[in-house]
């Protein structure tokens, strides 16, 4: 089953624009870690965030946590066309697999 | 880089066939995990490995295998391969078992399998 469902599915934006992504998961986390694939390519990893911290920024990016609402929320500021990519959320389900959403196709245009 | 390594990235197959993909974590990582992404299942975890021990197991056909052996790299076998087992799999690594609070998990750059 899917833990994190990511929100929007697809997000077009223009270069320089902020993009924000979604994510909501069911049951209760250790953390929760963001995640960027470009097209055929590797999983890079973006960010964790525990589940004792509510918001946490890395460079351009911010990840906020919000553990009664089982939701999480990534901003990416200042856009560039090398964003391009899809973002997924993971959570640890049980005691040791991570799962995954659907994920967030983004699209910077230039 | 995340320094994973995964081996070989682009393998080409036919059914019936049977194949095996390495992976060697990240030095110090004892926790190997394996993973499936298909266009249809998105990514599906397959089973996770703990300094050579079956840790967890997901949605893993019985045609398929791993082990992680002990200088701790893991081998994905995949055997009586059919169409649908075309995707990308991806190994991934961690320092420890994967409950703690900061335990960050990072993948390789996957296999390409596509099986004819």
């Known amino acids: 089953s899917q833990q994190g469902e990511e929100d929007p599915q697809a997000l077009s934006i223009q270069e320089g624009e902020n993009a924000t992504m979604n994510c909501s998961y069911k049951t209760s986390i250790n953390n929760l870690q963001w995640y960027r694939q470009n097209s055929g390519r590797g999983l890079v990893h973006l960010i964790l965030?525990?589940?004792?911290?509510r918001e946490k920024h890395s460079g351009r990016l911010r990840v906020t946590l919000d553990t009664s609402k089982k939701s999480s929320s990534l901003l990416i500021t200042a856009s560039r066309a090398a964003d391009t990519a899809s973002y997924f959320c993971a959570t640890i389900q049980g005691a040791q697999k991570l799962v995954f959403g659907q994920g967030t196709r983004l699209t910077i245009n230039p | 880089d995340s320094g994973v390594t995964q081996t070989p990235k682009h393998l080409i197959t036919a059914t019936g066939q049977r194949v095996t993909l390495r992976c060697s974590p990240r030095?110090?990582?004892?926790?190997v995990y394996w993973y499936q992404q298909s266009l249809d299942q998105g990514l599906q975890f397959l089973i996770q490995?703990?300094?050579?021990?079956?840790?967890a197991k997901g949605n893993i056909l019985e045609r398929f295998s791993a082990q992680q052996f002990p200088d701790l790299h893991s081998e994905l076998n995949l055997s009586s391969l059919e169409l649908g087992d075309s995707a990308l799999y991806f190994c991934?690594?961690?320092?420890?078992?994967?409950?703690?609070?900061?335990?960050?998990?990072?993948f390789g750059e996957g296999s390409w399998l596509t099986v004819v």
């Open positions: 965030i525990r589940s004792n911290e």
């Open positions: 490995y703990y300094n050579g021990e079956e840790r």
């Open positions: 030095s110090g990582d004892l926790s």
């Open positions: 991934a690594s961690s320092v420890d078992a994967g409950s703690s609070s900061g335990n960050t998990i990072y």
